[in-house]
T-cell receptor
């Protein structure tokens, strides 16, 4: 079993739709959680960190469920520019090791 | 401008010919890391460094070496490249491993024949 798992998609949604991605992790000692965005083989860029209490940044909401060991990302009012691959990232225990999920591809269509 | 630079950006080489991919950051970050990205496998960490002279293995360290003699530089060395090391490589840096934004370099596309 992979340490971080995501549904690769693709998710095809119309503009304005709400879409949610989930990510599960297997190491209960994981400390830090992030969502990164990657456009077509370019470098990944941080979208948001994920905090235990959940956090929101504009149209994006991230949630962490430690008991069930999953992280979610909700995108409201999808824009064409949201089309990208979204990477779930988990810091393994208290080490410097970062584990990336395979990524979930989102395609927003007019 | 705060950035992570990698060189070369593109490289075609032959099996067994030693190569080095350089990585440099100008943000005084303590943490640096190398990843490879392959279709269907996502980004996998090769090595990381928490600080100068401190390096640790990631998930896929076999066939690679790194060094961290200075804070700003973290070169990736392939002593004897093989075709299965054909990949897209990213270097990244951050203040620390946890809770901080990682800044990625633009990537190095390597083809080993």
């Amino acid at each position: 079993r992979k340490e971080v798992e995501q549904d690769p998609g693709p998710f095809n949604v119309p503009e304005g739709a709400t879409v949610a991605f989930n990510c599960t992790y297997s190491n209960s000692a994981s400390q830090s959680f992030f969502w990164y965005r990657q456009d077509c083989r370019k470098e990944p860029k941080l979208l948001m960190s994920v905090y235990s209490s959940g956090n929101e940044d504009g149209r994006f909401t991230a949630q962490l469920n430690r008991a069930s060991q999953y992280i979610s990302l909700l995108i409201r009012d999808s824009k064409l520019s949201d089309s990208a691959t979204y990477l779930c990232v988990v810091r393994s225990g208290n080490t410097g090791k970062l584990i990336f999920g395979q990524g979930t591809t989102l395609q927003v269509k007019p | 401008e705060a950035q992570v630079t990698q060189n070369p950006r593109y490289l075609i080489t032959v099996t067994g010919k030693k190569l080095t991919v350089t990585c440099s950051q100008n943000m005084n970050h303590e943490y640096m890391s190398w990843y490879r990205q392959d279709p269907g496998l996502g980004l996998r960490q090769i090595y990381y460094s928490m600080n100068v002279e401190v390096t640790d293995k990631g998930d896929v360290p076999e066939g690679y070496k790194v060094s961290r003699k200075e804070k700003r530089n973290f070169p990736l060395i392939l002593e004897s490249p093989s075709p299965n090391q054909t990949s897209l490589y990213f270097c990244a840096s951050s203040w620390s491993a946890g809770g901080e934004t990682q800044y990625f370099g633009p990537g190095t596309r390597l083809l080993v024949l």
